[in-house]
């Protein structure tokens, strides 16, 4: 049994549906989680400049004396892994990984679609893995900049929101992909109109919760599990706690419990 905390950080509100699956399968873990809602969104910057907001944010979190990181953006995933990895004597894990493998093993005619942030889909770490996994996989990937706005500012069903998605899933779709990843954890808000586009038989892989599992798995496995009925959870943010808690509810699907803090990340 180990009772130290899990830290889950994101550039903004998305990793809470990451936050949201880990409660779910892990309700006895203690939770960190940080928002950097003062740089978001991370998809437009460098990698240069993700890797220096990723340091700082674990920085930040290895002030609580955590046991587990999930770096839950995918853009951060693919910018710093798995050099993170080997900076730090804690185990950190990203989104890549398991959803890639989630994805391989849902695809029935080898065709995988990637949606993401531009940073993620400009650094190809997706295709990347899953290359690896299955050479002759064939993977179609897709930069979409709005959705994070949007989610973020609650334009969940609104038509304009429709009309954008429909412009970046049609090419998808016309390439027959059966199986779609959603490599951006604010995606999984918009999954409702993403299947209605792509259809019932295209299989949505959620970035996020596909990362829950594979914690859960690990920490079942080296004997990290913390033995408590109930865990809390502690929320951070860079920039704006009202704005936080307000939309936060949407992310978790219940209104927010536990603290949130404003933290100046900028000093770690």
Request: glycine letters at 10%; aromatic letters at 8%.
């Amino acid at each position: 049994m180990d009772q130290r905390p899990i830290g889950i950080f994101d550039s903004g509100l998305g990793g809470l549906t990451c936050v949201k699956k880990v409660m779910e399968l892990l309700p006895g873990e203690d939770i960190i989680y940080f928002g950097d809602t003062g740089r978001v969104p991370y998809g437009t910057r460098s990698a240069e400049t993700v890797m220096k907001y990723v340091r700082q944010n674990i920085r930040f979190l290895k002030t609580f004396d955590i046991k587990y990181i999930i770096i839950a953006c995918g853009t951060a995933s693919s910018a710093a892994l798995p050099l993170i990895q080997e900076e730090w004597d804690i185990p950190i894990a990203g989104v890549l990984e398991p959803t890639c493998r989630a994805a391989a093993k849902a695809t029935r005619n080898g065709k995988v679609g990637v949606l993401g942030t531009q940073g993620t889909i400009r650094s190809g770490k997706y295709e990347e893995k899953l290359m690896k996994l299955n050479p002759q996989l064939q993977v179609t990937s897709r930069a979409c900049p709005m959705f994070v706005p949007l989610v973020e500012n609650g334009y969940l069903e609104s038509e304009a929101t429709n009309l954008i998605a429909r412009e970046y899933l049609l090419p998808l779709k016309e390439q027959g992909v059966d199986t779609l990843i959603l490599g951006c954890t604010h995606y999984p808000l918009l999954k409702p109109m993403i299947s209605k586009i792509m259809g019932e038989g295209v299989t949505l892989i959620d970035a996020g919760a596909e990362t829950a599992f594979h914690a859960k798995e690990y920490l079942k496995e080296q004997g990290l599990l913390n033995g408590q009925l109930q865990g809390r959870v502690q929320y951070y943010v860079s920039d704006g706690v009202e704005g936080f808690t307000s939309l936060a509810g949407m992310f978790l699907e219940k209104e927010i419990q536990g603290s949130v803090n404003d933290v100046a990340i900028e000093n770690y």
